[in-house]
């Protein structure tokens, strides 16, 4: 019985660290994308990387998904990257044709870094979409994901 007691305890002390992993994510608009929560949009391939690997890149999380959509998924995706775009404390996008083709959004975080949210559109129907945690800097990452 002790056994199950302490195997409790450190579930409930872990529980903290992995509600925190995803805190920055669900406050964004784009949460709904990663949840599979947007019309006509199928996740292709997913990565969810929070190792010490990170470390060296100044990352603590590396979520991403490649999607494909329809004209209809896309413009939600866009409305909710508009809606992220607006509370940004930084930001660079790049529009044709008043679509995004490029996003790079970053949000500070007191005491816990930035959090930043890099969408890319590789053609009519596919896109990617990364959701980072860390303290790197914009410079840092475009050196490191060149667009």
Avoid at 2 to 24: D, E, H, S
Avoid at 31 to 52: C, K, M, N, Q, W
Avoid at 55 to 64: E, R
């Amino acid at each position: 019985m002790n056994n199950y007691r302490i195997l409790a305890l450190l579930l409930v002390l872990c529980l903290p660290a992995t509600l925190c992993a995803q805190v920055g994510l669900e406050r964004l608009a784009v949460h709904d994308l990663f949840d599979g929560r947007v019309a006509d949009t199928r996740i292709l391939s997913e990565t969810y990387v929070t190792s010490d690997e990170l470390a060296k890149y100044d990352l603590s999380v590396f979520h991403s998904i490649q999607c494909s959509t329809s004209a209809k998924g896309l413009a939600q995706v866009e409305r909710l990257l508009t809606e992220d775009e607006r509370r940004a404390t930084e930001k660079e996008v790049q529009r044709e044709n008043r679509h995004i083709q490029f996003a790079l959004f970053r949000y500070a975080q007191k005491g816990a870094g930035n959090h930043y949210i890099i969408f890319q559109r590789r053609s009519a129907t596919d896109f990617l979409c990364v959701y980072l945690e860390g303290t790197a800097t914009i410079q840092q990452l475009k050196k490191t994901f060149s667009k």
